[in-house]
């Protein structure tokens, strides 16, 4: 088995993670965790997968034939490792170059015209194309029958020229950075004490939750939560299902894991996902909280599924805009 990590640039956030995340399992892989965010570039994903060696290929073929994917980027996972995303916009040290300077206007025509002579366009060139350029002043002896009558002078017309416009400044580019939070081993201090009056206070230990997602850091926050899920649900089990028969995996969501999740949330079983609608654990903007449920399934219907394995995908979660969190189970 290897952990591969998925960087996928993507048009559009809606729906992105379920998509993907599809993609990934129908290739045999299994998430392990995800992040999308919005970039100057598009929607940013990043999602680790668990899988075969021997699928890699598969998997690649198939984000490079998925509509929605612009580009991707497919390269081994390490633990403790922090890699930027491929597409995410840069900032730059160096200053933005300054906006070109207005074009100056230059003098009216008119005002050069009235105090240049004819010299000064030809000055050693007796004819211009043609046309005899007359003397500066005509001689004394002149016939006056041929000589051209004195003309008055025209007036000097003041020409209105519209103002210089300001150079309009360029929208500012957003440069947020993609920043992929390093993964820690979950607060055990902080899951005892969040748990410690579990058995006089279960089912309402939503706050209690909501305490721990504060207090640990902001890397130990899914393994936390995953960690006192599975230790919540492994109770719940031994305390009301121990007496009850392992058997297939719908059986075990359709009588143990629906009863035992409706004591804490709205949720409903479509099949082998359920649906959990107005998760308190959700409610903030990129800040999930389904590994606490994803960690309870697997505590709470480990022990009740005859196959001995089960796997949980969250397909997608209120906090990145979904209706409701989804959680898909397979063994």
Known sequence: MIDLEIQVLSEKREGLLIEIGRCATSNGFTLQRQRVTLDANGALLSMVVRGAARKQRALASSLEAHERVISYELSDFVEGEVKP?????????????????????????AQVAASATPADFCPTVPACHGVAVPSAAPAADADAETAEPTRTPEPDFD????????????????????????????????????????????????????????????????????LAGQRTGAWVFARS?????PGSLHEAIEKIGVPALRDLVEVEQKGEQLHI????????????????????????????????????????CRSFGADACVLALSD
Do not use: M
């Not at 491929?86 to 040290?93: C, E, G, L, Q, S």
């Not at 299902?241 to 028969?245: G, N, R």
């Open 277 to 316: 609608r107005h998760s308190p654990l959700c409610a903030g903007h990129d800040h999930s909280g389904c590994s606490f449920f994803s960690g309870y399934l697997t505590g709470l219907l480990g022990p009740a599924v005859a196959s001995g394995s089960l796997s949980i995908l969250p397909v997608c």
């Open 85 to 109: 995303h491929f597409a995410a916009a840069r900032t730059y040290a160096w200053p933005r170059p300054a906006a070109a300077p207005v074009a100056t206007i230059p003098a009216p025509v």
């Open 241 to 245: 299902y121990a007496a009850v028969a």
């Open 159 to 226: 020409f209105i020229l519209p103002e210089p416009r300001r150079p309009v400044a360029a929208a500012p580019v957003s440069e947020a950075a993609f920043v992929e939070l390093v993964a820690l081993d979950p607060d055990l201090d902080a899951v005892d004490e969040a748990l410690r009056p579990l058995e006089r206070v279960y089912p309402q230990i939503v706050p209690r939750l909501l305490a721990l997602d504060g207090a640990v850091a902001a890397g130990a926050r899914e393994s936390s939560l995953a």
